[in-house]
């Protein structure tokens, strides 16, 4: 019998599984990779043939994924035993890559076992467990498609590759001291530090208060003593990067409880094969210093995923902030020579080796709200494993993305090839990323696009690389919040119109304008606008995005003008950063005559820009050094105890007008915000009633909606969801009138899935196209 096994079957150790499985029954033949994933040809008795295939079905290798199974009966072809064959190139390649895997039980045991010969050995590895995704350069995946080909095993290795009852029976990676990577310490000038033991001198230099850059998986770490203030302070300034948190790795979990709350679905998530950053709560009684994560009421912590981390976490005894290798804003380091020049300003040391990381990946990043994981960043772990969706293309699609937290998408018949966190598309550096791994996706997948779906943004780089390509490729442009709908619809498995709720800092709309406090009635090739909050305008553009207190003064403009009441002469320091000032400071008196003759002023309907301006009305965040630092600031401080909400106005008489969508207005909630101030109510009272004002907004729309359109279904995406005060309380406020609300748990509610949602929309409309 010929069978053809597709999915994740290259990487897991299916073949060895395959040849132990069909030792067992008495079955000749073989079993070999080739570009479509595993072709098995196994000739015996019925019976045992029979109980071959029930266990492949029910019990596949742990790591396997197996989505499609064929089979062809044919006459026995006299084979005399079982093998493993050389694999087969075919044309396409339509096998799917496994992404890297954290280091196994079997694997961490050996590790620190003093009589097995890989004790401290920082590379070792096996079928289960190791580098996948970041070393592979083609498939079928072989040793000699990957980066570790320039590494000969040993004797000792040669014979656990080719020992059916051995662990690292055809484990690609498999590598020992003797033949394996090596370590080596250098200094921030190149050079080689002198050592006997490279993981004990960088314990005893982190104890030290150095900081050192660790290559790792998909690039470059930068690690330091998490707590030791002086060297997270040290840090920050050397990579410019003021406020932003800190990732945090530490042993085990009961260091993790030490400083955290974490559940059992957080637990579950810290010790997956994936690994991910995992976002818990702080206790009040925290020794990690605040400089981690400022203002912040979540730490991401990470537990260690490679033996080199296992190595340096316990000879350290330390939590160790790991974060990416770049200066803000740069694409992760993973080339040592480019990584020796980037990072020498940061790092006082690297901890090297010569394995080469042939793609460049970043950490994953998911929290748990409601008992549900909600993927924020999909990257390490996760890529390049698509998604399967209840949707099939009928031509193979490329989408751009968004500009930022950018991945793409390519797509063919059911599948979604979400790729790794690639950042934002705002430098050369970025971009070259960028495009690198698109060719590099293209190669791997055999996926050449008959179309290309891009941001309707004409300055998004994501856009101008679409709009490049070949003119031959039909090119689709994709407004951004439906995209954003859209990618939710997908990954629930929904076709027909829904509600489409999208919160965000802004996407272009269809009238030029800045959207992001949306509702919209949606399926996967057509949405109507049915509401938004009323526009406002962002002085001075992208720089509002930047100085909240912009924002604070131009909805404080929109509803007083140039009467601005004195109410607000007393916050008019925090806006320009001075002891004493007034409404007459120079600063002020440019931003109103820019908002009274509408110069540099483009008008937005962004539910994040509502936020920015709120946090900065309560003196909480005027200008800010990473997206959305405001609001999670406004959030941290919010009183969960607070149930009472601030009125706002909905503007239906727009809306009953054929397709002209109704106004959410937004006056009510900044007049009873300036006066709880005046009468001095605590900001956490008032951060509360603001998020409240929101859940009920968005609740009475929506009842608006099903009453009009006859839809039950919301679908919610968009970074502001992000926010869990907000996420939870909407969540269950909807659910409480038996709507059927659906959100993002498997790809990012922020502009990281996108991409997906504008494969699909593309998908559709290609199908009219025809």
Aim: hydrophobic share 35%.
């Amino acid at each position: 019998m010929q069978i053809s096994a597709n999915g994740v079957v290259q990487g897991v150790g299916f073949r060895p599984y395959i040849y132990n499985l069909a030792t067992k029954f008495s079955l000749s033949g073989f079993v070999q990779n080739d570009s479509s994933g595993v072709f098995i040809d196994v000739e015996g008795c019925d019976s045992s043939v029979d109980e071959f295939l029930t266990c492949l079905a029910k019990s596949p290798p742990p790591h396997a994924i197996i989505e499609n199974i064929h089979y062809t009966t044919l006459p026995p072809k006299g084979y005399k035993s079982f093998i493993i064959e050389e694999s087969a190139i075919k044309e396409n390649n339509t096998t799917m890559i496994c992404a890297d895997i954290a280091t196994c039980p079997d694997c961490l045991k050996e590790l620190f076992d003093p009589g097995d010969h890989r004790y401290h050995y920082p590379f070792i590895n096996c079928t289960n467990c190791g580098p996948r995704f970041t070393i592979v350069k083609d498939i079928p995946y072989d040793r000699a498609n990957t980066t570790m080909s320039d590494f000969r095993m040993c004797h000792d290795c040669s014979s656990e590759y080719h020992d059916p009852k051995n662990r690292r029976f055809h484990a690609q990676p498999n590598a020992c001291p003797v033949c394996g990577p090596q370590l080596m310490l250098l200094n921030n000038e190149g050079f080689a530090v002198q050592t006997q033991d490279p993981i004990s001198t960088v314990c005893t230099l982190l104890h030290d208060g150095k900081i050192f850059a660790v290559k790792g998986l998909g690039g470059y770490h930068i690690a330091c003593d998490a707590l030791n203030s002086k060297s997270v302070f040290l840090l920050r300034k050397r990579k410019y990067r003021e406020d932003k948190p800190f990732a945090v790795m530490m042993e085990n979990i009961e260091t993790v409880n030490k400083f955290c709350f974490v559940n059992a679905k957080e637990e579950t998530l810290l010790f997956s094969t994936q690994r991910p950053i995992v976002l818990l709560k702080k206790k009040s009684n925290c020794t990690i210093p605040h400089d981690i994560a400022p203002d912040n009421l979540y730490l991401g912590v990470m537990l260690p995923y490679t033996p080199l981390h296992h190595l340096i976490i316990r000879e350290s005894g330390l939590p160790l902030v790991m974060t990416s290798g770049n200066v803000s804003d740069e694409p992760i380091a993973y080339k040592d020579n480019e990584s020796l020049e980037r990072l020498k300003g940061i790092a006082d040391y690297f901890l090297v080796h010569d394995r080469d990381i042939f793609m460049r990946c970043d950490d994953s990043v998911v929290k748990v709200v409601e008992d549900k994981a909600m993927i924020i960043r999909r990257s390490r772990g996760y890529a390049p494993f698509p998604l399967r969706l209840q949707y099939a293309f009928t031509k193979p699609v490329l989408a751009c993305g968004a500009f930022l937290k950018n991945t793409f998408c390519l797509a063919r018949g059911n599948h979604a090839f979400l790729s790794h966190h690639i950042g934002d598309l705002e430098n050369t550096e970025t971009m070259n990323s960028y495009e690198t791994a698109i060719e590099h996706y293209k190669r791997l997948f055999s996926i050449e696009p008959a179309v290309i779906a891009y941001d309707f943004h004409p300055e998004y780089l994501s856009t101008k690389y679409a709009l490049a390509q070949n003119d031959d490729i039909l090119k689709i442009g994709v407004q951004h919040h439906h995209a954003h709908i859209v990618s939710c619809m997908a990954e629930n498995g929904i076709h027909h119109k829904v509600i489409g709720v999208a919160f965000d800092g802004l996407g272009y709309g269809d009238d030029g304008k800045f959207w992001g406090g949306e509702f919209l009635i949606t399926d996967f090739s057509e949405y109507e606008r049915a509401g938004h909050l009323e526009y406002v305008p962002m002085p001075g553009g992208e720089q509002a995005i930047k100085e909240p207190w912009r924002m604070a003064i131009s909805y404080l403009y929109q509803i007083y003008g140039n009467d601005i009441p004195s109410i607000i002469t007393p916050l008019t320091p925090h806006f320009t950063g001075e002891t004493k000032t007034t409404l007459d400071h120079p600063k002020i008196k440019v931003l109103l005559k820019m908002l009274s003759q509408r110069i540099h002023c483009p008008l937005t309907s962004s539910m994040g820009r509502l936020f920015d301006g709120v946090a900065s009305l309560l003196d909480l965040q005027h200008s800010v050094n990473y997206e959305g630092q405001a609001a999670i600031k406004l959030e941290s401080i919010a009183d969960e105890h607070i149930i009472e909400h601030y009125p706002f106005d909905i503007d239906v008489s727009a809306g009953a007008r054929c397709s002209v969508p109704f106004i959410i207005q937004w006056h009510p909630i900044i007049k009873h915000i300036l006066a709880d101030v005046q009468c001095k109510v605590a900001s956490p009272i008032i951060s509360a009633r603001f998020h409240n004002s929101i859940v009920d907004m968005v609740y009475q729309v929506c009842i608006i909606l099903r009453d009009s359109k006859g839809i039950n279904d919301v679908v919610l995406s968009g970074g502001v969801f992000q926010n869990k005060f907000l996420f939870k309380r909407l969540l269950n406020k909807l659910s409480s009138q038996n709507f059927n609300v659906y959100f993002h748990k498997k790809v990012p509610c922020n502009d990281g899935g996108i991409s997906l949602g504008q494969a699909v929309i593309a998908g559709e409309r290609l199908k009219t196209c025809v």
